[in-house]
């Protein structure tokens, strides 16, 4: 059981206690114990018994409840809270703007115990009635178990890329290799995915034994064309089936409805078992008969694509081993579990060219966002690390706070002692968009301000993120020569790809930034550059592309043209 886990159950059994109104000394203890065991710099489970209580949160109690965990892998105390607490009330702590004191109302004063009837008591304005609970708040929790459950039964593509091999190596052993492809959303690359599907060639009828195991997964759907299986983990699996022509059927279920029709309507590529027999596992023969280049699936969304490729200019897509620097990262002096030496390093293991340290302002309070005296001293450490590191470099960055009025978290003088800054909104996300844009375009015209942080706010399946004007935004971008982010968390990748045409069109320059807050966020970039592919990103317009030299290059140009 690693930190994550144990600080997890801390956690949860802090919220749990609260939602049963327990004495709010008691729960604050588990929930200080989560924090501190989430940010310690090494893993509880490789330090020696007997050092375990000199660590930084771990006391008597709390460290013999961590050995427990590490023992049997389980917290007994937790384990007694939800035996004694309703599933459905255990689920409200998934729904954003309801915390355990209101969730403890909601069940022992409304006496409430699922969310189907807590949606319905907001239906009937029943949640007003009780202290805590104003119009706004109802309409807000609506909302959002409204939103949470559109999504039950989606995975981020991160999480179902964990899934996948099991599932692939699964299908191929029990249909052959040559006869099971991938297709549908997850070969498409989508954000998130409610089905994988996958073409067989074989038969309903024939398929059907062969998931009839010890466990078999729910059938939900049933024809001669199609099997929708539920698998225990909630991932839907669908079977496109009864086809004699993998590349055919591969093709079809690979673009969306637009993508196929204007496809259909512009070349005729059909035939009664034209492909079958090529030889080939995707469906690159059906491209070559239209007379066009291969569309690759990742850009099988409008009809738009199939006009480029019609007119020769398809763009050649960035990949991962494009990207040579790490941008945008939190270290240990702010929410980050590792050093600032750690993380450079191991950017050299990887092969990167530089690192930029962008930790939080001083605004991010919850985060320890640094004062102006923690900015100056990290960066004569920052110093320090690249005269002992060179030819790599660390650069001096801050994430800075957009602040309520769209005014910067520091001062101009205090920016200015900065490589490059990159500016976010934190706090109060729910805006009208006349609200957004005011803080955001005043943050743009900043002059300290080099890059436009996650642009939406968004967490894909759990917060919508605040409205803006995508096209007032990344022309204000590119007037004042400021960088787009594509945060390449896998549950941020904001930007959205579907700006990133209009973006390229007005000539603006974006940045696949990972947000890395432990060294296993680096790999996060791939999931930037898989998002950014659909959108037809190429990597000359992709800041963190630059190598070292370009990349100062571009800096300081940058302040020449800004006189600062």
Partial sequence: MDNAAIADNFSLLSKLMDIHGENSFKTKTYSIAAYHIENLPVQIKDTPREDLFRLKGIGESIGNKVIEMLDTGKLALLEDYLLNTPPGVVEMLNIKGIGPKKIHTIWKEMEIESLGELLYACNENRLTLFKGFGEKTQQNVQEA????????????????????????????????????????????????????E???????????????????????????????????????????????????????????????????????????????????????AIFTRAGLPYIPPCLRETAAIVEKAKAGRLPSL??????????????????????????AKECISKGYEYLVMSDHSKAAAYAKGLSEERIKEQHLYIDELNRKLSPFKI?????????????????????????????????????????????????????????????????????????????????????????????????????????????????????IDPDAHHLEGFADIKYGVLAAQKGGLVKESNLSSFGLKEFEQFLNDRRKKKGI
């Fill in 198 to 284: 996958y073409v067989v060639l074989d038969t309903s009828d024939d398929i059907k034994p062969k998931f009839q195991t010890a466990q078999p997964p729910e059938l939900l759907e049933d024809s001669s064309a199609t099997l929708l299986y539920k698998l225990k983990n909630g991932l839907k699996l669908r079977l496109y089936t009864g086809s004699k022509d993998l590349a055919e059927q591969l093709f079809l279920t690979s673009g969306s409805i637009e993508f196929i029709d204007a496809f259909e309507d512009g070349y005729k590529w059909r035939g009664s078992g034209e492909y079958a027999g090529t030889g080939s596992a995707g469906d690159e």
């Fill in 145 to 196: 178990i409204e939103f949470y459950m559109l999504n039950q039964g989606s995975f981020l593509y991160a999480q179902l890329e964990e899934i996948f091999p099991q599932v692939d190596g699964y299908l191929k052993k029990l249909f052959g290799a040559d006869k099971v492809a991938v297709t549908g959303a997850y070969r498409r690359q989508e954000l998130t995915i409610d089905e994988l």
């Fill in 318 to 343: 960035i990949q991962p081993g494009d990207v040579k620097g790490v941008i945008h990262n939190h270290s240990n002096w702010s929410d980050g579990a590792n050093t600032i030496e750690e993380m």
């Fill in 395 to 511: 650069f001096k960055s801050i994430e800075c706070d957009i602040l309520n009025d769209g005014s910067m978290d520091y001062a101009n003088d205090v920016l200015a002692s900065f490589d490059l800054v990159i500016a976010s909104v934190h706090s109060n996300l729910k805006m009208t968009e006349e609200k957004a844009m005011m803080r955001i375009l005043k943050a743009i015209h900043n002059p300290y301000t080099t890059i436009l942080g996650h642009p939406t706010g968004r967490l894909l399946l759990s917060r919508k993120g605040y409205p803006i004007d995508h096209k007032k935004l990344i022309d204000a971008c590119v007037e004042q020569n400021v960088v787009i982010e594509i945060n390449a968390h896998p549950r941020r990748l904001d930007l959205d790809w579907r700006w990133i045409p209009y973006a390229l069109e007005k000539g603006a320059l974006v940045s």
